[in-house]
C-alpha cells in the first residue's frame, strides 16, 4: 500500500515538474508579445504626434507659415517685404485692450501702456520696407509756424491672428473707437514718415520713430504713420480710445500687413530713334496747342 502511495505521489510531483517548465515558457512568450505590442503602440503614438506637431507647429514664428516669397528685412527682428503684394508685415502681439489711446501700434515695447499692438521691429525698418515695395513718404505733421497735417500715401493696415487653429482678420480701424461719439475711426492712416536728426558732432543719424512712435493716432512729428486730421496729444485731450469688442486678449501674437497706396507713374512721352518726339506725340502737341488759342466760345481763332 505504502508503495503504491509513494507510486502516485512520484508521477503526481513528475508531472507538476514537467508542467511548471512549460507554464514558465508560455508566461516569457505572453510577455514578450506584449512588450513587443507595447513598443509598437509607442512607435504609433509617436509618429501620430510628430503628425500633430507639424500641423500646428508651422514655422519658428509660432502658427504663422511665413511664405517663402517674403523677404526678411532684418536679422533679429521680425519684419518682411512681399513685393508680389506690394505690403509690409511685421510679427507683434496685443499689448492693451482697453484705455485711451495714442497709438495703434509701438516698435519694440516703447509705448505699450498707450497702444494697442507691439511690433518686433523698428519703425525705420518698416519705413524702409514701404519704400522698398513702392510707397513715397510724404511729411510728419507740422506746428511750427502753423499746423499742418501729416500728408503721403494711404496706408492700408490689416491686423492676423489665429484662433481655434483659422486665421483671424481685422481693420486697424476697426479697434479703435471715438471716446466721445463711440464709432469707429474712418480715417486712412498716411505715411508721413518721420523725421531724421543728425548729431552735430558725431554726424550720427537718428530716426525719431525709433523711439517708438510708429502708428500714431495723435499728432507726432516722430511719426511713422500718422492721421491726416488734428488729434491732440495731450492726456486730457485724448479722442481715441481702444474697442475692445474687437481686439483678441493680451499677448495673442499678431501679423500686422501694411499695403500702401502706390500712385503710377504717366506714361513718357515716346521718342524717335534720334531722340526726337514721335510723330503721334507731334500730333497731340499740335492738337493741344490748337485748343490752347481757341477763344471762349470754342471757336479757333484765325
Given at each position: 500500500?505504502?508503495?503504491?502511495?509513494?507510486?502516485?505521489?512520484?508521477?503526481?510531483?513528475?508531472?507538476?515538474?514537467?508542467?511548471?517548465?512549460?507554464?514558465?515558457?508560455?508566461?516569457?512568450?505572453?510577455?514578450?508579445?506584449?512588450?513587443?505590442?507595447?513598443?509598437?503602440?509607442?512607435?504609433?503614438?509617436?509618429?501620430?504626434?510628430?503628425?500633430?506637431?507639424?500641423?500646428?507647429?508651422?514655422?519658428?514664428?509660432?502658427?504663422?507659415?511665413?511664405?517663402?516669397?517674403?523677404?526678411?528685412?532684418?536679422?533679429?527682428?521680425?519684419?518682411?517685404?512681399?513685393?508680389?503684394?506690394?505690403?509690409?508685415?511685421?510679427?507683434?502681439?496685443?499689448?492693451?485692450?482697453?484705455?485711451?489711446?495714442?497709438?495703434?501700434?509701438?516698435?519694440?515695447?516703447?509705448?505699450?501702456?498707450?497702444?494697442?499692438?507691439?511690433?518686433?521691429?523698428?519703425?525705420?525698418?518698416?519705413?524702409?520696407?514701404?519704400?522698398?515695395?513702392?510707397?513715397k513718404p510724404g511729411h510728419p505733421v507740422l506746428f511750427d509756424p502753423k499746423y499742418v497735417p501729416a500728408a503721403g500715401p494711404k496706408v492700408e493696415l490689416t491686423v492676423v491672428w489665429m484662433k481655434d487653429g483659422k486665421r483671424v482678420k481685422c481693420r486697424a480701424q476697426d479697434m479703435i473707437k471715438n471716446a466721445k461719439?463711440?464709432?469707429?475711426?474712418?480715417?486712412?492712416?498716411?505715411?508721413?514718415?518721420?523725421?531724421?536728426?543728425?548729431?552735430?558732432?558725431?554726424?550720427?543719424?537718428?530716426?525719431?520713430?525709433?523711439?517708438?512712435?510708429?502708428?500714431?493716432?495723435?499728432?507726432?512729428?516722430?511719426?511713422?504713420?500718422?492721421?491726416?486730421?488734428?488729434?491732440?496729444?495731450?492726456?486730457?485731450?485724448?479722442?481715441?480710445?481702444?474697442?475692445?469688442?474687437?481686439?483678441?486678449?493680451?499677448?495673442?501674437?499678431?501679423?500686422?500687413?501694411?499695403?500702401?497706396?502706390?500712385?503710377?507713374?504717366?506714361?513718357?512721352?515716346?521718342?524717335?530713334?534720334?531722340?526726337?518726339?514721335?510723330?503721334?506725340?507731334?500730333?497731340?502737341?499740335?492738337?493741344?496747342?490748337?485748343?490752347?488759342?481757341?477763344?471762349?466760345?470754342?471757336?479757333?481763332?484765325?
Amino acid at each position: 500500500m505504502k508503495i503504491c502511495v509513494t507510486f502516485i505521489l512520484l508521477c503526481v510531483l513528475g508531472l507538476a515538474v514537467s508542467i511548471e517548465p512549460q507554464e514558465k515558457t508560455d508566461s516569457k512568450k505572453s510577455v514578450v508579445q506584449q512588450e513587443n505590442k507595447s513598443d509598437k503602440q509607442d512607435k504609433s503614438d509617436k509618429q501620430q504626434e510628430s503628425k500633430d506637431n507639424s500641423k500646428t507647429k508651422k514655422s519658428k514664428h509660432g502658427e504663422f507659415e511665413i511664405p517663402k516669397h517674403w523677404v526678411r528685412l532684418a536679422k533679429k527682428r521680425e519684419v518682411w517685404a512681399d513685393f508680389k503684394n506690394k505690403q509690409v508685415i511685421v510679427k507683434g502681439k496685443i499689448c492693451l485692450e482697453k484705455g485711451m489711446l495714442e497709438l495703434f501700434a509701438c516698435c519694440m515695447e516703447a509705448k505699450s501702456h498707450e497702444s494697442i499692438v507691439t511690433v518686433n521691429a523698428l519703425s525705420s525698418e518698416v519705413h524702409a520696407g514701404l519704400i522698398a515695395v513702392g510707397a513715397k513718404p510724404g511729411h510728419p505733421v507740422l506746428f511750427d509756424p502753423k499746423y499742418v497735417p501729416a500728408a503721403g500715401p494711404k496706408v492700408e493696415l490689416t491686423v492676423v491672428w489665429m484662433k481655434d487653429g483659422k486665421r483671424v482678420k481685422c481693420r486697424a480701424q476697426d479697434m479703435i473707437k471715438n471716446a466721445k461719439t463711440k464709432k469707429k475711426l474712418d480715417i486712412d492712416f498716411v505715411f508721413g514718415g518721420s523725421m531724421v536728426w543728425t548729431d552735430p558732432d558725431t554726424g550720427e543719424k537718428f530716426y525719431y520713430g525709433d523711439s517708438g512712435d510708429f502708428v500714431c493716432v495723435s499728432n507726432f512729428a516722430s511719426a511713422t504713420l500718422d492721421l491726416p486730421i488734428k488729434s491732440s496729444a495731450s492726456a486730457d485731450d485724448l479722442i481715441w480710445e481702444a474697442n475692445s469688442e474687437k481686439i483678441p486678449a493680451l499677448g495673442t501674437p499678431v501679423l500686422l500687413y501694411l499695403k500702401p497706396e502706390i500712385k503710377k507713374e504717366g506714361k513718357k512721352p515716346a521718342k524717335g530713334k534720334d531722340g526726337a518726339k514721335s510723330d503721334s506725340s507731334k500730333k497731340t502737341d499740335k492738337a493741344d496747342k490748337t485748343k490752347a488759342k481757341a477763344g471762349d466760345s470754342g471757336k479757333i481763332k484765325k
